[in-house]
């Protein structure tokens, strides 16, 4: 490793992909500052000597100015932020509370925006590069996941301006999109559906039968979160990285799902929510 290797800051790194990104990067050269809400869930990342750990959460403006403070004593500066920390808020659109869609753009989209302004000058200093987590629910939005794909769909038109305006700062903007990944958001979503607000719900049939769907293919049939941290690695290494990045078993899949007009596109939702709800009701009858 060089005796001085670039800085890259990614947030939420105390469990799946943030957890594996820091990782990956700091073994692959790089020196990683891991942010996390609490800094104490960090104590196996903390044993990388390319690693320090910072707590952050991207809701609040004094940690964010601590860690700006943290990262400009380093004289390598900043190469790199990895947007990665998100949170998932579900149910039926006409259900959801606008606290709870207000609570998910707060992580998802303010806090990215927050984060990606206060270290944007350091950035613009070394010419480096904004990594966004966003997802397949970015460009592909499914029923009863509302607040999340919101989130990740604004996610990918605060990228495209911001990629826009900074272009020739030499500053790049790069999209992750990934699929199902394996990692504790199932878990956490499964708690989330356990105890659901919305039992009373036209849609609760529905909405149940999709999160359980979701949740069991997640935890049982996803990409390993590596997967995704190689593609970071790739997206601040590259020459000239990409734009967007699928990460996906069924990559093929989700690029004619961009190109499918959308009432064709609604069908084959609209089949697939059927033929789940049908599905898991028949198992409850097992
Ligand atoms: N897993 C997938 O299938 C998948 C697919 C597409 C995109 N993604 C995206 O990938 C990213 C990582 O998700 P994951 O699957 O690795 O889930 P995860 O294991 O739940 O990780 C999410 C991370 O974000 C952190 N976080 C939440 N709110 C935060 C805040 N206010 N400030 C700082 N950190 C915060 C969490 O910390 P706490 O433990 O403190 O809550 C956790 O470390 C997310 O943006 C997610 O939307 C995931």
Redo the contacts with the bound molecule.
Sequence with gaps: MSDNPKSILV??????????TAEYLASHGFHVYA????IA?LKDLCKNQNITPVR?????IE?IIEVKKIVEQNAAGLFGLV??????KAGPLMDVSVEDLRAQF???LF?VHQITQALFPLLLQTKGRIVM??????FFATPFVGP?CSS?FALEGYSDSLRREIISYGVKVIL???????????S?GEKILKNAKYTDSIFWKEAKAMGEYAIQK?KTS??P?IA?AKTVYHALIAAKPKLRYI?AKNSFEYKLMKIFPAWYVDRLVLKKVQEVTRLVAQKAEE
Excluded: F, H
């Design positions: 947030t939420g790194t105390n469990s799946g992909i943030g957890q594996a942010g996390a809400r609490n869930a952050l959460d991207v809701t609040n940690d947007n990665n920390a998100g949170i998932t707060e992580v998802n806090g987590m966003s997802s397949d629910s970015g999340y990740k992750i999109e990934p699929g199902r990944i394996t990692t504790p958001i199932w956490k997640g996803g990409l979160p995704v990460v």
